[in-house]
């Protein structure tokens, strides 16, 4: 009976951990630095902007955003 009682109490804290759900890692990105001016107003330039943040660290990802009426690459990755 007691056999049953422990495995009961385990079984009950294993499904109160899944139901409240386990803490996850949030992903965070943080501007990594800007890649080679003008890249973004080239033909495809999300994408050239992209492949040269990702020469520099592979984790890395790049986005052309406006800043200060002018398009540049910005180069995001984990913080």
Same mark, same amino acid.
């Given at each position: 009976?007691?056999k049953?009682?422990?495995?009961?109490?385990?079984? $009950?804290?294993?499904? !109160?951990?899944?139901?409240?759900?386990?803490?996850?890692?949030? #992903?965070?990105?943080?501007?990594?630095? /800007?890649?080679?001016?003008?890249?973004?107003?080239?033909?495809?330039?999300?994408? $050239?902007?992209?492949? !040269?943040?990702?020469?520099?660290?592979?984790t890395?990802?790049? #986005?052309?955003?406006?800043?200060?009426? /002018?398009?540049?690459?910005?180069?995001y990755?984990?913080?």
């Amino acid at each position: 009976m007691a056999k049953l009682i422990i495995n009961f109490s385990a079984l $009950l804290m294993i499904v !109160l951990l899944v139901s409240n759900g386990l803490p996850k890692a949030e #992903a965070q990105t943080c501007l990594k630095g /800007e890649a080679q001016e003008g890249v973004c107003v080239q033909v495809d330039g999300g994408r $050239l902007c992209d492949l !040269l943040c990702k020469t520099s660290d592979s984790t890395w990802f790049g #986005a052309c955003e406006v800043e200060e009426n /002018e398009t540049h690459c910005h180069c995001y990755g984990p913080c």
